[in-house]
Antibody, heavy 121, light 110 residues
Framework: QVQLVESGGGVVQPGRSLRLSCAAS????????MHWVRQAPGKGLEWVAI????????YYADSVKGRFTISRANSKNTLYLQMNSLRAEDTAVYYC??????????????WGQGTLVTVSS | QSALTQPASVSGSPGQSITISCTGT?????????VSWYQQHPGKAPKLMIY???NRPSGLSNRFSGSKSGNTASLTISGLQAEDEADYYC??????????FGGGTKLTVL
């Protein structure tokens, strides 16, 4: 069965960096697009980024463009989110999610359980 | 990338039907057949309920259905059950090749 396990969350000071990981299993990771979605405490869902199956195409929400980078290591079945210049408003639970298409069908078919990132001094 | 508009809350009694709306623009909901709906229980990850406006993932109850007219998509839940009480989010592909969510709707089963 599909499993997505996020890690790397924690408390970080404003302006610093953090890298999240998402370990995938139960499917051929290199065949599918992947997303990051976040949810601030008590708030709604916010889409963050998508990467195609081979990493050739990436798109970002305006709120993170230029600060966050999505990447993947297909040999390790792992998705990453490099977060730089973190702000208080980046505080959220970060979810990775599998797309049913390689190029990004923009459907979040399976979700991980999330990892909490808290940006605070 | 403005969020899609959903009602903050809806409610219904067991056995009744409810509909949640999701309003966007011609650059997202109205321009593509890529509207999805997600259910989220407190403290849990979201779950895909509807994709491509009206398709249900395999194994999902047919009490859940979706539709779209113009710039507004809708999720209908028939035969309401206590376990349907949750937050519901719509999403749509956009002309910027991104994804946008609605603000979410809290469903209360009375």
């Amino acid at each position: 069965q599909v499993q997505l396990v996020e890690s790397g969350g924690g408390v970080v000071q404003p302006g610093r960096s953090l890298r999240l990981s998402c370990a995938a299993s139960g499917f051929t990771f290199s065949d599918y697009g992947m997303h990051w979605v976040r949810q601030a405490p008590g708030k709604g869902l916010e889409w963050v980024a998508i990467i195609s199956y081979d990493g050739s195409n990436k798109y970002y929400a305006d709120s993170v463009k230029g600060r966050f980078t999505i990447s993947r290591a297909n040999s390790k079945n792992t998705l990453y989110l490099q977060m730089n210049s973190l702000r208080a408003e980046d505080t959220a639970v970060y979810y990775c999610a599998k797309d049913p298409s390689g190029d990004g069908y923009n459907v979040l078919e399976y979700w991980g359980q999330g990892t909490l990132v808290t940006v605070s001094s | 990338q403005s969020a899609l508009t959903q009602p903050a809350s809806v409610s219904g009694s067991p056995g009744q039907s409810i509909t949640i709306s999701c309003t966007g623009t011609s650059s997202d909901v109205g321009g593509y057949s890529s509207v999805s709906w997600y259910q989220q229980h407190p403290g849990k990850a979201p779950k895909l309920m509807i994709y491509d406006v009206s398709n249900r993932p395999s194994g999902l109850s047919n009490r859940f259905s979706g539709s779209k007219s113009g710039n507004t998509a809708s999720l209908t839940i028939s035969g309401l059950q206590a376990e349907d009480e949750a937050d519901y989010y719509c999403s749509s592909y956009t002309s910027s090749s991104t994804l946008v969510f609605g603000g979410g709707t809290k469903l209360t089963v009375l």
